[in-house]
């Protein structure tokens, strides 16, 4: 069977994640806290981050590949369609990959990780037993790690949380004439991919399994999520959980 190696909170895994299912492809995921899905990735034949699908093939190790490996071995209409559409769509969902993705990532990040009973919380979340023991223990180095890894500080935050509002603005932009979809007449990786990759930033029901519960989240983090929630580009990443996940 197919084998998805992730983060299972992480929202580039969970885009893979969301692609899968859709094309009625089975596959068992395999679960790691951050910092401990190096090894795995790699023994796999990926690089060190996740989302990594092991398939018979071998090794597809980027989160828009796996999109475009379901269109290729999977039962659903494609994400990626033919032609000037196909060509807008990828336009779309590469520059959400580049921009939102690690925007949306380092504003949760950064206001989660100095969390009191953030250890504990990630602990509760952990695949494994072990994870989540391993990580109560290593918390300060582990977050110490992501907050280097990630340049996580007030400024980049702010200026990340700066860049998903211009993202948010655009595709409300883009939404003002009525459409459904952000490309073409139905469901496509641009819509996917936008609405996975705002998940951090406004919790769908979906993907809230994965988290901590919003009760127990910080009143800045609550308050972003209410904002963005009430915005066409919000609504629109809502709708796309409530109708295609």
């Known amino acids: 069977m197919n084998r998805l190696i992730t983060i299972p909170f992480s929202h580039f895994c969970e885009k893979a994640r969301w692609a899968l299912e859709r094309a009625g ?18 023994r796999a034949g990926g690089k060190r981050t996740v989302p990594v699908l092991v398939t018979d093939g071998g090794a597809v190790d980027d989160s828009t590949d796996i ?18 559409l196909g060509r807008e769509v990828a336009e779309l969902e590469e520059g959400f990959d580049k921009s939102l993705g690690p925007a949306t ?6 206001l ?26 290593a918390y300060p180095l582990a977050r110490a790690a992501m907050t280097r890894g990630l340049r996580l500080d007030d400024a980049s935050a702010e200026r990340s949380l700066r860049r998903v509002d211009e993202i948010f ?55 972003i999520i209410d904002r963005l929630r009430a915005t066409p580009a919000g609504a629109h990443a809502l709708a796309m959980y409530t109708q295609h996940r």
Do not use: S
């Open 25 to 42: 492809v089975p596959f068992r995921e395999d679960g790691y806290l951050p910092m401990l899905q190096t090894v795995a990735a790699w």
């Open 67 to 84: 999109l475009r490996w379901c269109d290729e071995h999977g039962n659903a209409p494609p994400l990626f369609p033919g032609g000037a």
């Open 105 to 110: 990532r380092r504003v949760a990040y950064h």
């Open 112 to 137: 989660l990780l100095p969390m009191p009973g953030a250890a504990k919380l990630l602990a509760e979340k952990a695949p494994a037993r072990w994870q989540g023991r391993l990580m109560r223990a």
């Open 169 to 223: 603005a655009d595709v409300g932009a883009l939404l003002a004439d009525g459409r459904r979809y952000l490309a073409g007449d139905r469901f496509t990786a641009a819509d996917l991919t936008f609405a996975a990759l705002a998940a951090p930033l406004i919790i769908p029901p979906q993907y809230a399994a994965y988290l901590p519960p919003l009760d127990r989240m910080p009143q800045a983090l609550l308050g």
